[in-house]
């Protein structure tokens, strides 16, 4: 079997013979370094992937990128340009990105713990938001969010929210991952005061199934620590599906606990994996909401990965 190692021969000096092969198959599109500056002489339908930017790099699986080296782009929706070799190694020649192996599928009421490229668009009821998520860096993650709610109140703008996330420990050996952020929601829209909800968010791979949670504090203006809030899910991958099931617990410092569970089905859309959906409900099971379901879902586009036409 042929081994190609897309990276640089810097990074492995004493590997002369995955060099020669990177030099000799891969630097006329992708540069002699590896930065997708393509040969004079070489003509592209697609500008070449930056093999040593990490963002783009390590926010897929290896198993990705091997399967693009190995059946050709083609076969994942990318450019025709890309031909398929065999297997591939690390791109990332950085320590302390998070890998794509702990780039687990979304849920819907647990923030993930991975930093995200992402735009995502998310129904609950009769409440809707957008969501932009930009990642820097290595670890850094800023995001946006702006809701709106068509019911029978006159004000549909709901409000506006941003956050910080930054990722504080991962390891691949042990296939987990642990973040640290805080959101804040001004008085703008149906938010009447200022609420910051720092929280701790993670994810890990016992595998077969995949585990996500979350403790979120929300304090308001004036008021302090209101509440803390619980959030769990687990799911299998099954292929180009993921079924999940979330639980939110939140325990307020006054009132009623409530209690909600979230059945849910994550799917991989495009063959790239970048654009994904996900739909179920919202069930709530105790507390002094009505026990009505509510249908959740949402479409997320991973803009770092490609542009939305490209990969299917």
């Known amino acids: ?9 810097a990074q492995a000096p004493g590997d002369s013979g995955a060099a020669a092969l ?16 393509a040969a004079a002489t070489t003509r592209l339908a697609v500008p070449p992937a930056d093999l040593q930017e990490c963002q783009a790099s390590t926010a897929e699986p290896e198993a990705r990128w091997i399967g693009i080296v ?16 065999g297997d591939a190694r690390s791109l990332c020649g950085e320590s302390g990105w ?9 849920p819907y009421l647990v923030e993930k713990a991975f930093p995200e490229n992402e735009w995502v668009v998310t129904e609950a009821g009769r ?11 290595k670890r850094l993650q800023i995001e946006g969010e702006a809701r709106t709610v068509f019911d029978s109140v006159d004000r549909p703008f709901d409000g506006v929210t941003a956050a910080l996330k930054y990722n504080v420990w991962h390891s691949l050996e042990r296939r987990a991952l642990a973040s640290l952020g805080v959101e804040a929601t001004p008085p703008l829209g149906r938010q009447e005061r200022w609420e910051i909800e720092p929280f701790l968010s993670f994810g890990a791979n016992p595998r077969p199934v995949v585990l996500q949670g979350e403790v979120v504090a929300s ?8 509440a803390l809030s619980y959030r769990l899910g687990v799911g299998q991958e099954l292929g180009r599906v993921v079924p999940m099931l979330e639980a939110g617990w939140t325990v307020p410092r006054k009132g009623e606990h409530a209690l909600s569970l979230y059945p849910q089905l994550w799917v991989r859309l495009s063959r790239l994996g970048h654009v994904a959906a996900s739909v179920g409900a919202a069930l709530p099971a105790v507390g002094p909401e009505p026990r009505h379901p509510r249908l959740i879902a949402f479409l997320l586009w991973d803009y770092g990965d490609a542009p939305l036409s490209r990969g299917w």
């Open 127 to 137: 409440g809707q938001a957008l969501i932009y998520e930009r990642r820097f860096g």
């Open 22 to 37: 990177y030099q000799a198959w891969c630097s006329k599109c992708h540069g002699t370094d590896g930065r997708g500056r």
């Open 70 to 85: 190995t059946q050709g782009g083609a076969a994942f929706g990318l450019s025709l340009d890309m031909p398929a070799f």
């Open 98 to 106: 998070p890998p794509g192996e702990l780039n687990f599928p979304r």
């Open 219 to 226: 304090w308001e203006k004036a008021d302090g620590v209101t």
């Open 1 to 9: 079997m042929i081994v190609v190692l897309l990276a640089l021969a």
